[in-house]
Antibody, heavy 121, light 107 residues
Framework: QVQLVESGGGVVQPGRSLRLSCAAS????????MHWVRQAPGKGLEWVAV????????NYADSVKGRFTISRDNSKNTLYLQMNSLRGEDTAVYFC??????????????WGQGTTVTVSS | DIQMTQSPSSLSASVGDRVTITCRAS??????LNWYQQKPGKAPKFLIY???SLQSGVPSRFSGSGSGTDFTLTISSLQREDFANYYC?????????FGGGTKVEIK
């Protein structure tokens, strides 16, 4: 079945780095745009980044621009989020989601279960 | 960035009630508006796209309407499994944004 499984979360000190992964299965990964969305404890959803199906275009939220990098390996059906210079406000559950790039009348139709990132000294 | 404002932020309703949630965009987004349902500790579930199109498998008691800047999500007859948080999201601009959410609680 169509599935996304995140991994790589954990507890990290401020200023350090972490890389999240999202393994896709059950669909042709290379045909779809992919997003990262996060949710701070007790808060709403915040879009983080998107990557086009071929990896050639990427967009980021202002809150992570210059610190986070989204990438993908279509040969491994895997999406990544490299997070550098982490801050306390990056503490959240991070979801990967399948969805078209911005500018399409459609949303994120498949979501992973989320992985928790805690930034604390 | 386009700001999405949902109202109310929370509401209490009974099983069988008709519930309406509003989402307003800070500028026109045509019909590029999506709705999600999220239950505590779970991933969001995709409900409606293009403002009014029901995602496959979503019960017909859910419906959406609107265009431009003003949108609504309606649950025609609230069921116990519908008590959750609901989020709108615009997919019009290069930076997608979510509304702040509406919590639907049991009265």
């Amino acid at each position: 079945q169509v599935q996304l499984v995140e991994s790589g979360g954990g507890v990290v000190q401020p200023g350090r780095s972490l890389r999240l992964s999202c393994a896709a299965s059950g669909f042709t990964f290379s045909n779809y745009g992919m997003h990262w969305v996060r949710q701070a404890p007790g808060k709403g959803l915040e879009w983080v980044a998107v990557i086009w199906y071929d990896g050639n275009n990427k967009n980021y939220a202002d809150s992570v621009k210059g610190r986070f990098t989204i990438s993908r390996d279509n040969s491994k059906n895997t999406l990544y989020l490299q997070m550098n210079s982490l801050r306390g406000e990056d503490t959240a559950v991070y979801f990967c989601a399948r969805g078209p790039p911005p500018g399409a009348p459609y949303g994120m139709d498949v979501w992973g279960q989320g992985t928790t990132v805690t930034v604390s000294s | 960035d386009i700001q999405m404002t949902q109202s109310p932020s929370s509401l209490s309703a009974s099983v069988g009630d008709r519930v309406t949630i509003t989402c307003r965009a800070s500028q026109s987004i045509s019909s590029y508006l999506n709705w999600y349902q999220q239950k505590p500790g779970k991933a969001p579930k995709f409900l409606i796209y293009a403002a009014s199109s029901l995602q496959s498998g979503v019960p017909s008691r859910f419906s959406g309407s609107g265009s431009g800047t003003d949108f609504t999500l309606t649950i025609s007859s609230l069921q116990r499994e519908d008590f959750a948080n609901y989020y709108c999201q615009q997919s019009y601009s290069t930076v997608p944004t979510f509304g702040g959410g509406t919590k639907v609680e049991i009265k």
